[in-house]
């Protein structure tokens, strides 16, 4: 970000990378002159060459170079006697070259080229093998080769999009003093309560490796324990008779040695022969005692609970990481694994924990647009017209605040008017993807907030109002995806939380943990997680989740 303070002021020259000998692309297109104001001076710049084509009978050629720091491409001329030209002007050729930065001439779209004077380095590519051709490709195809994808305008353009957003994350979060805490990946626990959680377990390799021993090394028969232990036995009985005939310490020392052989070989035996084929059972089940963490264990679904264990310790904190999902969805909208935004705040209650999603939104949104307008561009030309206009809009926007009762009436009364929804709307269900748009898209034009669910669609660690049919839990519902966001405050009770563990049919002793958060100075805190991914698909308007994470992983794939 402080290459685009640097390059404000057109008179403050190209910044050289720091850690690396070229100048980034970016501190010179970025510029409000496009660069014409460097010309003159000579630069190293690397990339990768977008398009290339040999002009003037082959006497020289023009590049248009990306390497990732912009959406834009430096055009670069390198003359025939300069390097050879066949091999720097196919797609996705690297280069990296020294020259000399000129003012095109008048009619051209460029503000700046640059006449090569030197070729440092060339990483040839062989056309007829290489898959991305120059031509338009879709997204979709791109999934085949997500080790190349990043080469492509649109996944480049993401990727910078989702680290600005991370970098806002971080920023805002420590602008308001909360703690970065990294929680745990393997988890006992399930957050949600609702199963579908990757298992994390040993039991299975360690089940193969015994297999192979045992086929490479049968199990000793009983025979060769029974004269394990007669040699035990001769080698103590030998010990005892030098002892009793008082033999030299050098003649007991030695034969003690020999026992103490004897008794290790037969203590290896008989674990050898305790070996069994298989996972380990116990009265018909898997025995989880045997496994890595002598118990089950999982992939994280929330570092939710977990993080509350610092809330009620350090007050304001948050966490930010992957999180995983068994799920069968081939959706557009599901991912096997996705990271998630969590803060988790004490002494605050659901009206701070709204006020504070509406804070973080408005927030990135604004980011984005003060940091990644070229970016922001390029999808407005290329996916949705609509992207910037709605981050603007969001930024400035006050959401609408209603309870899960208000939302019920509205769009029931939106079906008395013919609006047609393929999923019965009626107090208790769980809000569909169609009602949370029509909330935010049609009735309201808006982000909104709904409050106060009912329990029974909720999570236990959800804090129970008074009227025992709701829990103050919330939702922040954006054009484009529908919820953004999911948050409550948590229940701080402990009679309550009790309660409900067991209402949903929980164990208790896996959340004896969490109940001890509630038995020993309890307080009253509030959170919500806020799915990253789905914040990428509001702000750029692309359709498929599996575009706006780098490696996606989903039912039948996990490339790389």
Not at 88 to 112: A, D, I, M, N, S
Not at 472 to 499: C, F, H, N, T
Request: net charge neutral; hydrophobic share 40%; proline share 5%.
């Amino acid at each position: 970000m402080a290459l685009a303070t640097l390059n404000d002021d057109v008179s403050t020259p190209f910044v050289k990378a720091q850690f690396s000998d070229r100048v980034l692309i970016r501190t010179i297109l970025s510029r409000p002159d496009g660069g014409a104001g460097l010309a003159g001076q000579t630069v190293k710049v690397g990339g990768w060459v977008k398009t290339g084509r040999e002009q003037g009978k082959g006497s020289f050629a023009f590049l248009e170079l990306n390497d990732g720091s912009c959406p834009a491409n430096l055009q670069v001329i390198v003359d025939a006697a300069v390097a050879p030209l066949g091999q720097l002007v196919q797609t996705g050729t690297c280069v990296h070259v020294e020259g000399l930065l000129k003012v095109p001439p008048e009619g051209t779209k460029q503000r700046v080229e640059l006449r090569v004077e030197k070729v440092h380095h060339v990483g040839p590519v062989d056309p007829a093998k290489y898959p991305l051709p120059k031509t338009r490709l879709t997204l979709e195809f791109l999934r085949d080769f997500v080790h190349f994808r990043p080469r492509t305008n649109t996944i480049s353009a993401v990727a910078r999009i989702r680290n600005a957003l991370a970098y806002a994350t971080h920023t805002f979060f420590q602008n308001h003093s909360f703690l970065y805490i990294h929680t745990p990946i393997v988890t006992t626990s399930d957050c949600e309560g609702a199963g579908e959680m990757f298992q994390v377990t040993t039991l299975i390799s360690d089940a193969e490796k015994v297999e192979k021993e045992l086929i490479k090394n049968p199990p000793p028969s009983e025979a060769d324990i029974e004269a394990a232990k007669a040699l035990v036995k001769e080698k103590g009985e030998a010990v005892a008779q030098l002892k009793s005939a008082k033999a030299s310490k050098g003649e007991i020392t030695a034969s003690v040695a020999e026992l103490n052989k004897a008794k290790e070989n037969l203590s290896r035996l008989e674990e050898r022969s305790k070996l069994k084929p298989g996972i380990p059972q116990k009265d018909g089940k898997i025995d989880y005692s045997q496994d890595f963490f002598a118990r089950q264990a999982f992939l994280t679904v929330s570092g939710q609970l977990q993080v509350e264990t610092y809330a009620c310790a350090v007050s304001s904190v948050y966490t930010f990481g992957p999180t995983f999902r068994a799920e069968h969805s081939h959706t557009s909208r599901h991912l096997a694994e996705f990271w998630m935004v969590e803060p988790e705040i004490a002494f605050a209650d659901l009206k701070d924990d709204m006020n504070c999603a509406e804070a973080y939104v408005k927030f990135l949104c604004q980011w984005l647009l003060d940091n990644c307008i070229d970016d922001m561009e390029f999808m407005a030309k290329n996916f949705d017209k609509g992207c910037i206009d709605r981050l603007r809009m969001v930024a400035s926007t006050s959401f609408e605040r209603i309870s899960y009762t208000e939302a019920i009436k509205l769009l029931e009364e939106a079906v008395k008017k013919d609006k047609k929804f393929e999923n019965k709307v009626e107090w208790g269900i769980d809000l569909a993807s169609e009602h949370e748009r029509f909330l935010t898209e049609v009735l309201f034009k808006k982000p909104v907030i709904v409050h106060d669910y009912p329990k029974g669609i909720k999570a236990f660690y959800m804090r129970l109002n008074d009227d025992m049919k709701t829990v103050a839990a919330m939702d922040v519902l954006v054009p484009k995806v529908g919820e953004l966001i999911g948050g409550s405050q948590r229940e701080e009770r402990y009679e309550v939380i009790e309660k409900r563990i067991l209402e949903m049919g929980l164990p208790l002793e896996p959340y004896e943990w969490y109940l001890d958060l509630r038995r020993y100075g309890t307080v009253k805190h509030c959170g919500f997680g806020l799915g990253f991914e789905r914040m990428i698909l509001f702000a750029t308007g692309i359709d498929n989740i599996r575009d706006v994470i780098p490696f996606p992983r989903y039912p039948g794939r996990a490339d790389l």
